[in-house]
């Protein structure tokens, strides 16, 4: 699977981006979709995830802020950023994977940087 993310940019605190990402290959693979971030001297972590069949996760620190979407026309996913904090400044990476458990271990994108300023 082969992961096209677009859509980071710099933005002022309050305000919101779209991340969106499209897929090509398997659709297996594609079964759960969503983003991990890393932030500068910081772990990669977990954002949020759909699958084909609506289901979603989200890190607590941007549930109610966040919200992730797809058409399951087709593999791509968005993610609807509201509300954005200078904590949230990162380089973001669309997955995708079988499940939302192994989504990790699947394919990942080309990161998309997101800056939030003060």
């Known amino acids: 699977v082969q992961l096209q993310a677009s859509g980071g940019g710099v933005v002022q605190a309050g305000g919101s981006l779209r991340l969106s990402c499209a897929a090509s290959g398997s659709d ?4 759960a979709m969503g983003w991990y971030r890393q932030a500068p001297g910081q772990q990669r972590e977990p954002v ?13 620190s ?27 400044t990162a380089v973001y990476f669309c997955v995708s994977g079988s499940t939302i458990a192994t989504v990790n271990q699947g394919s990942w994108g080309q990161g998309t940087q997101v800056t939030v300023s003060s």
Request: proline share 5%; net charge negative.
């Open 48 to 60: 949020a995830f759909i699958t084909t069949s609506g289901a979603t996760w989200y890190a607590d």
């Open 62 to 88: 941007v549930r109610g802020r966040f919200g992730i979407s797809r058409d399951n026309g087709k593999p791509a996913v968005d993610l609807q950023m509201n509300s954005l904090q200078p904590e949230d």
């Open 28 to 31: 297996d693979g594609t079964v």
